[in-house]
């Protein structure tokens, strides 16, 4: 299923890292005995510390009481299905990125999986280089970040989050504090495909997906606001079945 040589035989080390410590930790979610050994030889190599779980039950037990920073987890497991291991961690508020590894041609899981709140997903048969740098881009995006800048422009869009206010051209823009949160989460997450039930968890504080159309309400009133066509959005497009992606 994986590269398991080049796993072995990089010299790429995640930049900052010094070989005494570990880049993070790892928890790998696969009953595959071949494939969970190649991943862990692999995450090892490159200075990880790495868990492994063989079944969902298990998984679900780790993500909660060992932390890891990331979890890469199989769709086809026994006694527990990937997809219910997510939405059990993140029923349980754990906020930690999952990777979810797919066969070839489960469109369906893909898609579901991101709905529940996984953060990416990779096809097998993949390599073990294309899997790194997946985990290494959820780790940069989950690290806290630092206080975002005050004032925000985009096209001729200005947003003054100190202030609390807004800006269309020469017009003051008549934006609540809830919107201004969700342009908070959109700027943060700049260039990002987002799920409905993401922006429900870091806007709303809520773990319910019964209100999802309470996203897709607050998105239509935010682009009569700063889009120049609401109906062709420049800045807040569609991502059908997912979510939402900001380009400003």
Not at 59 to 87: F, H, Q, T
Not at 108 to 114: A, E, P, R, T
Not at 185 to 193: H, K, S, T
Request: hydrophobic share 40%; aromatic share 8%.
């Amino acid at each position: 299923m994986i590269d398991s040589t080049a796993a072995r035989t990089s010299t790429h080390r995640p930049t900052g890292t010094d070989p005494e410590t570990t880049t993070g930790r790892v928890l790998i979610v696969e009953d595959d005995e071949a494939t969970a050994f190649a991943l862990r030889d692999g995450f090892e190599f490159e200075g990880y510390e790495v868990l492994v779980a063989t079944n969902g039950r298990t998984a679900v037990r780790m993500a909660n009481e060992e932390r890891p920073d990331v979890i890469l987890l199989d769709v086809m497991l026994p006694e527990m299905s990937g997809i219910d291991v997510c939405k059990q961690i993140r029923g349980a508020s754990n906020n930690v990125p999952i990777i979810m590894l797919t066969a070839r041609g489960q469109e369906v899981d893909k898609v579901l999986g991101l709905k529940i709140g996984a953060d990416d997903y990779v096809t097998k048969p993949f390599s073990f280089m294309e899997l790194q740098a997946r985990v290494e881009a959820v780790l940069r995006r989950s690290t806290p970040k630092s206080e975002p800048a005050a004032l925000v422009e985009f096209g001729d869009v200005r947003l003054d989050f100190k202030m609390l206010e807004a800006s269309k051209g020469e017009c003051r823009l008549d934006f609540s504090p809830l919107e201004f949160k969700l342009m908070k989460f959109f700027i943060d997450n700049r260039q990002q495909v987002v799920t409905r039930d993401q922006m429900l968890r870091s806007v709303w504080n809520s773990n319910s997906s019964m209100f999802t159309r309470t996203v897709d309400m607050h998105v239509a009133k935010l682009r009569k606001k700063i889009e120049d066509s609401p109906n062709h959005p420049r800045y807040i497009i569609t991502i059908y079945g997912v979510g939402y992606k900001f380009l400003g």
